[in-house]
């Protein structure tokens, strides 16, 4: 079945633990990126990336770091994570052959405390 | 201004009814359009594509105004089950810079 998966679904951290959120889909697909939604805001890009190795920021990458490593896996990294944090994540990837039909992961529920 | 704009609703529909919506983009160079589903915080999902030339996938129809910088989604006959909250996503260069909007809240009621 093709998917992406995330993991953790769901995190309550506290402020200064460094974490990783996993990405991983199996569609063979080149781009990838990270999305966190808050109300009212509605989806923000934090990172994207075209391929292997090649990784460019978003509209929101300030205290986010991601590495692609390989074409599969994406993994968000906090650093020190920090209560402005708190969201929901998505994960996605896409092919770049048209319609570029985004396929998201379930969602990550970050809680920083 | 934001890049992309919706009415926030919740549009509240009758079962069976029509409902129409339309989302605002700021950059006139974006070269694609497309409206995701979303289900109470869960992952959005595509809906449809917008083209140029206006686009329909059995109930729903989407339409492309690039010189008035707007695309509009119409749902026929709703049902129950299309209560979600729309997204209007922008593309500014082939799958690779997208800008959501904030989503526009249906509610259709029996």
């Known amino acids: 079945e093709a998917q992406v998966t995330q993991n953790p679904r769901y995190l309550i951290t506290v402020t200064g633990k460094k974490l990783t959120v996993t990405c991983s889909q199996n569609m063979n697909h080149e781009y990838m990126s990270w999305y966190r939604q808050d109300p009212g805001l509605g989806l923000r890009q934090i990172y994207y990336s075209m391929n292997v190795e090649v990784t460019d920021k978003g509209d929101v990458p300030e205290g986010y770091k991601v590495s692609r490593k390989e074409k599969r896996n994406f993994p968000l990294i906090l650093e020190s994570p920090s209560p402005n944090q708190t969201s929901l994540y998505f994960c996605?990837?896409?092919?770049?052959?048209?319609?570029?039909?985004?396929?998201f992961g379930p969602g990550t529920r970050l809680t920083v405390t | 201004r934001k890049e992309v704009e919706q009415d926030p609703g919740p549009f509240n529909v009758p079962e069976g009814a029509t409902v129409a919506f339309n989302c605002t983009y700021s950059?006139?160079?974006?070269?694609?359009f497309f409206w995701y589903r979303q289900d109470c915080r869960k992952e959005p999902k595509l809906l449809m594509s917008v083209y140029s030339s206006g686009n329909e996938d059995g109930r729903f129809t989407a339409q492309l105004n690039r010189a008035s910088q707007y695309i509009s989604l119409l749902i026929r006959d709703s049902k129950l089950s299309d209560s979600a909250t729309y997204l209007c996503v922008v593309d500014k260069a082939a799958g690779n810079k997208l800008t959501f909007g904030g989503g526009t809240r249906v509610l259709v009621k029996p």
């Open positions: 996605a990837s896409s092919s770049y052959i048209q319609p570029y039909e985004q396929y």
């Open positions: 950059n006139s160079a974006s070269q694609s």
